[in-house]
């Protein structure tokens, strides 16, 4: 464990770490508030952090003085890159890849075909974890755009592709 920040003797003390900028107590200590926060979060802030607070002169017991809470930062997925694979020729079969370089927890990846006319895929022939859709038998009518939505719980963004068979 490193120590970032303390109340001792009615100073405040911000550790040299590179939480130092962005971290402080949300209330003065006189509040007997010793609630923390974190600005401009990063994804390597994420880990457990530990409060120990011991009053002078009161009895330090280990399970009574000790409050612990887990952090994840959640990280939107970066742009996606879409990409075909196979020759888009009448009669063949081709697969649409889509992956993001980043995103926390991992995206799931939603293609549609947007245009001559909408389309909506769903499993076997998409794989929502590993961002492909298979297509099969091509015919000229299965031309078109096809996007590709990388999304999780902090958000969301799409590539496309333009597939001419």
């Known amino acids: 464990p490193v120590q970032i920040l303390s109340y001792l003797s009615g100073v405040v003390k911000v550790e040299e770490t590179d939480l130092k900028p ?7 200590i006189i509040t007997h ?11 390597q802030d994420s880990g457990q952090y530990m409060c120990s607070v011991n009053v002078v ?27 075909l694979h ?7 079969n081709v697969t649409l890849s889509c992956s993001s370089k980043k995103g926390k927890p991992s995206p799931t990846y939603q293609w549609q075909r947007e245009s ?9 022939a998409q794989d929502l974890a590993m961002g492909t859709l298979k ?11 096809y996007v590709c939505r990388a999304e999780n719980q902090a958000g969301s963004k799409n590539c496309s592709i333009v597939l001419e068979v």
């Open 22 to 28: 962005r971290v402080g107590f949300l209330y003065p």
């Open 33 to 43: 508030n010793v609630s923390v926060f974190i600005n401009a979060t990063r994804e």
């Open 57 to 83: 002169d009161d009895a330090i017991r280990s399970d009574k003085n000790i409050g612990v809470i887990n952090l994840t930062v959640l990280v939107p997925p970066a742009a996606p890159t879409c990409q």
């Open 86 to 92: 196979g020759s888009a020729t009448v009669g063949a």
């Open 116 to 124: 001559p006319a909408p389309e909506l895929f769903f499993p076997p």
């Open 135 to 145: 297509l099969t038998n091509l015919t000229l009518e299965m031309s078109g755009i």
